[in-house]
T-cell receptor, first 112, second 115 residues
Framework: GQQLNQSPQSMFIQEGEDVSMNCTSS?????WLWYKQDPGEGPVLLIA?????ELTSNGRLTAQFGITRKDSFLNISASIPSDVGIYFC????????????FGQGTTLQVKP | DSGVTQTPKHLITATGQRVTLRCSPR?????VYWYQQSLDQGLQFLIQ???????AKGNILERFSAQQFPDLHSELNLSSLELGDSALYFC??????????????FGSGTRLTVV
């Protein structure tokens, strides 16, 4: 079935640094979404991308829908301690009923 | 509060037992999705319901079943539990029809521990 490969698996950075993570797929996706999960909570939607090439920002977060429709990246600028958590990419592939396929997640730790 | 309510928050049970997890979707949302999150497995799609009908199945074991009721709440039934079923189980809901591509709203999850 369709799979998303997310990297890196984990990151440990200094507060104030910029962060970049990405997701790739062997098949085309029609929508890319980025979620953040805090410990003990469900994932929360950060950014949704609907068109190839689309670049969308949400505060310090910026995400892009790759031109090939097979990849997406998420950048976090000037990281702060509350950015700690697990970031998931997710996508709707073609021909499915709306179910989201998730990447394996990137665990981000920020050192104050 | 995301608007998606899951109960119970924690559940500890013995192998071989059966449990029911409950989810109330966000007001107005017709689609309900169940996901399993194990430690090293990410979020695995189990099953989707739309307005009371099953619409998609993922890697859901035969020992697991689900339904969505007329008031749109959903229950996930897990039976003959095994140690490997220990995981976080998330429910999510969305307002749009299946085939429309949109994000989900997740509940806080039920942490199931099988001992």
């Amino acid at each position: 079935g369709q799979q998303l490969n997310q990297s890196p698996q984990s990151m440990f950075i200094q507060e104030g640094e910029d962060v970049s993570m990405n997701c790739t797929s062997s098949s085309i996706f029609n929508t890319w979404l980025w979620y953040k999960q805090d410990p003990g909570e469900g994932p929360v939607l950060l950014i949704a991308l609907y068109k190839a090439g689309e670049l969308t920002s949400n505060g310090r977060l910026t995400a892009q829908f790759g031109i090939t429709r097979k990849d997406s990246f998420l950048n976090i600028s000037a990281s702060i301690p509350s950015d700690v958590g697990i970031y998931f990419c997710a996508g709707h592939g073609s021909g499915n009923t709306g179910k989201l396929i998730f990447g394996q997640g990137t665990t981000l730790q920020v050192k104050p | 509060d995301s608007g998606v309510t899951q109960t119970p928050k924690h559940l500890i049970t013995a192998t071989g037992q059966r449990v029911t997890l409950r989810c109330s979707p966000r007001s107005g949302d017709l689609s309900v999705y169940w996901y399993q999150q194990s430690l090293d497995q990410g979020l695995q799609f189990l099953i989707q319901y739309y307005n009371g009908e099953e619409r998609a199945k993922g890697n859901i074991l035969e020992r697991f079943s689900a339904q969505q009721f007329p008031d749109l709440h959903s229950e996930l039934n897990l039976s003959s539990l095994e140690l490997g079923d220990s995981a976080l189980y998330f429910c999510a809901s969305s307002v749009v029809r299946p085939g429309r591509e949109d994000g989900y709203t997740f509940g806080s999850g039920t942490r199931l521990t099988v001992v």
